[in-house]
């Protein structure tokens, strides 16, 4: 049974597998795809908003051959307290796998648990694995290997999206700088949990032993100095709207613009999981100069999908 619960749970081999996979899925598409989901109902359970997630699953669901069924946790039991482990033990008699958007990290793990069917993470507060995934992808698809490249993550470097991107880091062996004021850096337990060495430097460099760097540090121009891609997810993310007020005060200037593009490579990528708060971690003029991979990277949310179905199922 394969789940893809987080980017910490899945084995460098199978992340290597979905990823070289999906150039083949995407050229595919529209022509002769594979269909291994025929005949399938995939449940598509979400507690929070999206816009991407939703629909590029329902759409990959349908091109690969199988039928989606989007529940809103608030019109299921669940939303009236039935336990997760007795909802996942129903879905698991009636349905070939699920797609979970929820807070508690523990919760998609004991769906994944008690339903014994695939069970996929489509965003928790701790991790979004499909994202960081269509991130490699569309960061390879343009500049090649991500292997010892460099990734400045600019704003709240203790959200889901940034935990995903420092497992990625570990695991395929590229270098991350995560630029956040204090309150909003990753912790310390969740570095050394990924096997991290302290070099002892200030500000915080660690060391892996895949030859990542992982540099922690609240200089945004450090973090940018000569990278390859800057990266960045709003200040504000779902299930934190009573800190919002305080989050707007502390990230204020953890933008990405165009005086810190200047400090990247001349040929470095700007990419943005969205939605984007212009103004806020990214300005409209650099939204706008560089839309094209921002857009390429929602496009390729489908296509990457799709391969973690056909990864799920085989
Ligand atoms: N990036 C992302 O997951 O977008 P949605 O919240 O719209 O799904
Ligand atoms: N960190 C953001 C990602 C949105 C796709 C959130 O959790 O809201």
């Not at 807070?103 to 008690?114: L, P």
């Not at 060391?207 to 945004?220: C, P, R």
């Not at 969205?274 to 300005?283: C, M, Q, S, V």
Request: with cysteine; charged share 25%; glycine share 8%.
């Amino acid at each position: 049974m394969k789940h893809l619960l987080s980017i910490e749970k899945l084995p460098v081999a199978d992340l290597e597998q979905i990823l070289s996979n999906t150039p083949r899925i995407k050229a595919a598409r529209g022509r002769e795809e594979a269909r291994p989901l025929a005949g399938q109902t995939w449940a598509i359970i979400f507690s929070k908003s999206s816009t991407r997630t939703r629909v590029s699953f329902e759409v990959g669901i349908r091109e690969l051959g199988g039928s989606p069924m989007f529940l809103s946790a608030n019109d299921i039991q669940l939303g009236r307290g039935e336990p997760i482990k007795d909802t996942a033990r129903v879905l698991g008699r009636m349905v070939h796998g699920a797609v979970i958007r929820t807070f508690a990290q523990q919760d998609v793990e004991e769906f994944a648990r008690f339903s014994n069917i695939p069970t996929i993470n489509a965003l928790t507060d701790d991790e979004h694995p499909c994202q960081i995934l269509a991130d490699i992808l569309t960061f390879q698809e343009k500049r090649g290997s991500i292997r010892g490249k460099t990734v400045a993550f600019i704003g709240d470097g203790a959200c889901n999206v940034a935990h995903s991107w420092i497992w990625a880091a570990v695991k395929l062996g590229f270098h991350l700088r995560i630029a956040s004021p204090p309150p909003f850096q990753p912790s310390p337990t969740l570095l050394s949990r990924a096997g991290a060495k302290s070099s002892g430097a200030k500000p915080a460099v660690y060391e892996f032993a895949s030859g990542a760097k992982v540099l922690v540090t609240e200089d945004l121009n450090l973090a940018a100095d000569g990278a390859d891609l800057l990266y960045t997810d709003v200040w504000v993310s779902m299930g934190k709207e009573a800190e919002a007020e305080e989050r707007l005060r502390i990230l204020a200037g953890y933008q990405i613009n165009e005086a810190l593009v200047r400090r990247a490579r001349p040929d470095a990528l700007v990419m943005h999981c969205l939605p984007a708060y212009r103004g806020k971690e990214i300005d409209d003029a650099t939204f706008e100069a560089h839309a094209g991979t921002i857009f390429d990277e929602a496009e390729n949310r489908l296509h990457v999908q799709k391969s973690i179905l056909t990864w799920a199922v085989s």
